[in-house]
């Protein structure tokens, strides 16, 4: 089974897979309270792939998931790990750190592959970014021609312009050949029902040359065709940003790496790829019994030539990244109680891959020598300011005897895998009457959206955008990636269409954002304010439909528009309960669609959630003042036995989701929440909730709240009454 990143759902494949596919962050979250989840004390084999990533940006993750399955090796039963990586010069140390023996330590040449790699580096004088790339336009065609005739080649270039333009200039120069058309490896007859199912011309041209280009802004169905086209020989050439070497799974005889820098937006500059994703790369010029040996060429800097040379043919040696990045670790092992002291942070550093590279190479981690003495002090040092940025997060307090206890907002930021200094933000930012806007703004301002790409001359498009958004920002830096994620939030809620690599951007902050808001909403309900907690709900709702709060609810439905949804507005139909109680007559009369869009219609009616609520205070006539309160809530959702519950209708959310429910009990004339429970509701649930009574005498009306976290229209709320009694006296 794959692991999703919720963590319910992870829960019960857990309980049921065998074997376990994972990524770093998805078992992270999943293994942190691993003292209450014996499945993954159960785990008997671990095995890592693409080790040597512990130098990159995911590196600290990693490593803290492999020193925590060595201790829980050590603590509980013994676990087998496997770790598998690049050619390394520091392999020993890796290997020891996961615990293998001397015997158990296989390390091999970066020349020892499957399929021998010709490594041909070739450096451009030119001084801009821009001149260089254009220069390599002609030696592309050229390498491709005399390293790859006949064979299937890639070409990565820097990002997804320079798809368009280097298929361009390679069809120009095949013009002038005699075989205009050398890259198509059939007729073009052959291709053409595959052709048909492209819908960008220019791809379309390129692919009738036997060229392909493979970017985000395809989609779905044309990325799959050019892949197939590649993969069974039919186009030799196939050409795709650097990124997607992760992502795709193709391999060809020749590889060319056209440019060894992308644009960081974040830094305003360009940056040299990083070394795991140019052997990344060099990997897919590998194809086992089919080549004898496969081409590697690399286009890049001149002064850029000899560093390449080196480390391309040498191991590479691999450092820890953890030190920059242990609050929130640190946090983590606080909350589940495997830290509670000082000491205890010092030995949990001793089990990381860290530690064993601080004596190794002290320089790297300014570290004054290798003595016990110095190693000692600065673990304490690192570990002190760690906690004591902690600390002033409100996130964890420090006792006078050096124990360590976990606070409130530590104990949201570790369930939701969430960045201490996002739940700090939230917790100084949210306010008792902040609105809608001000959650926006806040929301965006995540360090979670700290990586999101800014490419070049973004920020004109990013203003223009900015114009259409309903929310104006007071002094907005377009290169910022947190004003971008507030814009396109709003094109998101605003369904407007965007540039095909904004769309890509606006999934990858959709996919980060559900955890996030799930947070906000604790913080609030920490500060017992009730108005906020149902706006941070309803922008939930907001995301996972692509709407805002004031659009018709009926949008949510397929095939609707503002103009359908007008049109039943004048009717009274304004809800989907409206749509489905219509005669049919009369829904066909007033929908005015096809059968079988009236059929998805229909469909999606019938998966809105219609859940029936029962509730009632237990003993109501022996209320006291400061006494407990209890309500009994009784759900029952209306749905056959025999059908399943379904996934959530979200087609402008990039992720499959299941329907999440809070309860909440609150008094809205004083913005007071007293109660808050979040929930899963299958066929029926049975729900327990308390909260204090206020503190004088009289007759009270609370209301009680059913709230989901992606349906719009479907929230109901309800009266609470009940008389709240005088307490006796102390004394008594």
Not at 130 to 154: E, N, V
Not at 341 to 366: G, I, S
Not at 426 to 445: D, V, Y
Request: glycine residues 4%; aromatic residues 8%.
């Amino acid at each position: 089974v794959r692991l999703t990143g919720e963590t319910s759902t992870d829960l019960k494949l857990l309980e049921k897979g065998e074997v376990i596919i994972s990524t770093p962050e998805q078992w992270d979250v999943i293994s942190r309270r691993w003292k209450q989840r014996k499945n993954v004390t159960n785990v008997k084999l671990f095995m890592v792939d693409e080790t040597h990533l512990i130098v990159g940006s995911r590196g600290p993750v990693l490593e803290v998931i492999v020193s925590r399955m060595r201790y829980i090796s050590s603590q509980v039963a013994k676990i087998r790990i496997v770790a598998v990586s690049s050619s390394l010069a520091n392999a020993k140390d890796i290997g020891e750190w996961i615990g293998a023996t001397n015997t158990s330590i296989f390390n091999f040449h970066p020349s020892v592959r499957p399929v021998p790699l010709e490594i041909h580096i070739q450096g451009f004088d030119n001084p801009g970014f821009q001149a260089r790339m254009l220069a390599m336009y002609k030696p592309t065609f050229m390498a491709l021609r005399h390293h790859s005739l006949d064979k299937p080649a890639i070409v990565f270039v820097p990002e997804k312009k320079y798809t368009y333009s280097l298929a361009i200039e390679l069809i120009a120069y095949c013009s002038t050949l005699e075989d205009s058309t050398p890259f198509l490896k059939v007729s073009q007859d052959a291709i053409a029902d595959h052709l048909s199912m492209i819908s960008d011309n220019a791809l379309r041209t390129a692919l009738e040359k036997g060229i392909g280009f493979y970017h985000e802004g395809l989609t779905d169905k044309e990325k799959l065709v050019v892949s197939k086209l590649h993969e069974s020989g039919a186009i030799q050439v196939f050409i795709t940003s650097y990124k997607h070497c992760w992502g795709i799974d193709l391999t060809a005889h020749c590889v060319i790496l056209m440019g060894t820098q992308f644009y960081d937006g974040a830094e305003h500059r360009h940056q040299d790829y990083h070394i795991t994703d140019i052997l990344q790369m060099m990997g897919r010029g590998s194809r086992p019994l089919v080549d004898d040996c496969g081409k590697c060429v690399i286009f890049c800097h001149a002064p850029k030539k000899e560093y390449y040379k080196k480390f391309l043919t040498n191991p590479f040696p691999v450092e820890s990244h953890l030190d920059h990045f242990l609050a929130d670790h640190l946090n983590a092992e606080i909350v589940t109680k495997t830290i509670e002291n000082k000491q205890d942070a010092v030995d949990y550093l001793t089990w990381t891959f860290l530690y064993r590279r601080l004596k190794q190479n002290p320089n790297y981690y300014n570290l004054q020598g290798v003595s016990h003495a110095h190693l000692s002090d600065f673990l304490s040092e690192l570990i002190e300011n760690t906690l004591q940025s902690l600390e002033q997060s409100r996130c964890i307090a420090i006792e006078e005897d050096d124990s360590l206890s976990p606070l409130n907002l530590g104990m949201i930021a570790s369930y939701y895998y969430t960045q201490y200094t996002t739940i700090e933000l939230f917790s100084s930012s949210l306010a008792p009457r902040i609105k809608l806007k001000g959650l926006i703004e806040i929301l965006s301002h995540a360090a979670e959206y700290d990586g999101l790409a800014m490419r070049h001359h973004e920020d004109t498009a990013l203003q223009k955008l900015a114009h259409h958004c309903p929310n104006k920002m007071s002094e907005p830096k377009y290169t910022d990636p947190h004003t971008k994620t507030n814009i396109l939030m709003q094109c998101h809620f605003s369904r407007r269409k965007l540039p095909s690599d904004m769309e890509d951007d606006r999934k990858w902050i959709l996919g980060k954002t559900l955890p996030l808001i799930q947070a906000m909403v604790d913080v609030i309900a920490s500060n017992r304010w009730l108005n906020p907690a149902l706006a941070a709900m309803e922008l939930s709702q907001m995301i996972t439909q692509g709407l805002w709060d004031k659009d018709s609810i009926l949008l949510q439905l397929p095939h609707f528009t503002p103009a359908m949804a007008k049109r039943c507005a004048a009717q009274g139909v304004e809800s989907i309960f409206d749509v489905i109680e219509l005669e049919d007559e009369t829904r066909q009369k007033l929908l005015d669609v096809s059968d079988a869009k009236m059929a998805e219609i229909a469909a999606v009616c019938n998966k809105y959630p219609n859940i029936n609520v029962d509730y009632k205070i237990p003993d109501q006539d022996d209320i006291q003042t400061n006494s407990s309160v209890r309500i009994e809530v009784q759900l029952e959702r209306e749905i056959d036995d025999q059908t399943p519950i379904p996934k959530v209708f979200a087609p402008a959310f990039p992720k499959e989701k299941d329907e999440g429910w809070w309860l909440v009990v609150g008094d809205p004339k004083k913005n007071q929440l007293y109660s808050i429970k979040r929930l899963t509701v299958q066929r029926r649930a049975n729900i327990k909730m308390e909260f204090t009574a206020p503190k004088t005498a009289g007759e009270f009306t609370f209301k009680l709240y059913l709230m989901s976290d992606c349906y719009l229209g479907c929230d109901q709320e309800y009266d609470l009454q009940f008389v709240v009694n005088e307490g006796d006296d102390d004394e008594d």
